[in-house]
């Protein structure tokens, strides 16, 4: 399977905003549009659309934060699966495929997260890649995970 990691454009911006998280998720993460509008407000963020060959199955949002911590940050502060295509394996695959992309555009040591405690399927994913909690808390009190390099 072909994975592709491709920006938010003013060609795929529609295909974007049709996506959808499952209903029990709701709680857990922002909706596309929300996500487009914080990205607009911050220049820190790259929201992509994720795809399996050609097909938009999940999104994502990261950035380098250059006032946090000692050196900036490298978060990955949004990733979900469509709710049509979830139960797949695909939260695995694109996972790994963004880290790989973060590592490499950024030449970072460390990435972080966030999530609501009570989202236990994506604190299983996180920790099967190695990310851990550290302690913190966010913005909005989500727990901070950080992925060592």
């Known amino acids: 399977m072909t994975v592709h990691i491709k920006e938010v454009t003013n060609e795929n911006r529609a295909e974007i905003l049709k996506l959808h998280i499952h209903e029990k998720q709701r709680t857990f993460i922002e909706t596309t549009e929300q996500c487009l509008k914080d990205a607009r407000e911050c220049k820190y963020y790259r929201p992509v659309g994720l795809y399996t060959e050609d097909t938009l199955v999940g999104f994502a949002m990261y950035g380098f934060f250059p006032g946090e911590g000692e050196h900036g940050r490298v978060w990955l502060d949004r990733f979900f699966i469509d709710a049509k295509h979830q139960g797949q394996g695909l939260g695995t695959i694109l996972l790994e495929a963004l880290?790989?992309?973060?590592?490499?555009?950024?030449?970072?040591?460390?990435?972080?997260l966030s999530?609501?405690?009570e989202n236990q399927?994506?604190?299983?994913?996180?920790?099967?890649?190695?990310?851990?909690?550290?302690?913190?808390?966010?913005?909005?009190?989500?727990?901070?995970?950080?992925k060592k390099i």
């Open 99 to 112: 880290i790989e992309r973060l590592t490499m555009e950024y030449d970072c040591p460390e990435v972080y």
């Open 121 to 146: 399927a994506a604190s299983h994913l996180y920790r099967k890649f190695g990310f851990a909690f550290n302690g913190e808390a966010d913005f909005n009190n989500e727990r901070v995970m950080v």
């Open 115 to 117: 999530i609501v405690e």
